[in-house]
């Protein structure tokens, strides 16, 4: 038997017509703390909040080396 740290244990016998794979699951404290993250951050009026929080400073990161890049190629010589 794998230890609890590999992923994915697949064993296969000769005599039998069944594979049997098995995937460890990860630990509960992780998957709580990220699930509980993820719940705070990405629902409900948090989550709308920063997901418009991030487009307006996605558009900005955008934007601003944009505009910088078109005013020095177009410039006036």
């Known amino acids: 038997m794998q ?3 590999s992923g994915v244990h697949y064993s296969r016998w000769d005599d039998s ?8 699951a990860v630990s509960s404290t992780e998957a709580s703390c990220c699930r509980r993250t993820f719940q705070k951050l990405c629902t409900g009026k948090l989550g709308v909040v920063m997901k418009v929080l991030g487009g307006i400073a996605l558009f900005w990161a955008i934007f601003i080396p944009g505009y910088v890049t ?7 010589k």
């Open 17 to 24: 017509l069944r594979d049997e794979v098995s995937v460890a």
């Open 70 to 76: 078109g005013y020095y190629v177009h410039k006036c």
């Open 3 to 5: 230890p609890p740290e």
